[in-house]
Nanobody, 122 residues
Framework: QVQLVESGGGLVQAGGSLRLSCAAS????????MGWFRQAPGKEREFVAF???????LYADSVKGRFTITRDNAKNTVYLQMNSLEPEDTAVYYC????????????????WGQGTQVTVSS
């Protein structure tokens, strides 16, 4: 069983920045493949960013160049640095531990955190 706890969300003006954190349990964190997703009201959960155990990173086109995913294995934590935020980025952000399958698909993730709200005002 893996537990994930997100933090760092909040209210920010358009153009601002936030850094989300996701703390994970387990001794094998360095082997975890991790992703960030987001879900806006009335919409499906959508892929944002992915990081492999070897720190290969992948991003949704909508956030490429603005968001950066990193990990600190010593702290069992994955981060999402979000810059140049836009109102369209408003959503609940979730981190997940990848299980099997397409890294862009929510169904491929075996564990999820509770989510953290990000609200971007115009």
């Amino acid at each position: 069983q893996v537990q994930l706890v997100e933090s760092g969300g909040g209210l920010v003006q358009a153009g601002g920045s936030l850094r989300l954190s996701c703390a994970a349990s387990g001794r094998a964190f360095s082997t975890y493949l991790m992703g960030w997703f987001r879900q806006a009201p009335g919409k499906e959960r959508e892929f944002v960013a992915f990081i492999s155990s070897g720190e290969m990173t992948l991003y949704a086109d909508s956030v490429k160049g603005r968001f950066t995913i990193t990990r600190d294995n010593a702290k069992n934590t994955v981060y999402l640095q979000m810059n140049s935020l836009e109102p369209e980025d408003t959503a609940v952000y979730y981190c997940g531990k990848h299980g099997l399958g397409d890294w862009r698909g929510p169904k491929s993730y075996a564990y999820w955190g509770q989510g953290t709200q990000v609200t971007v005002s115009s």
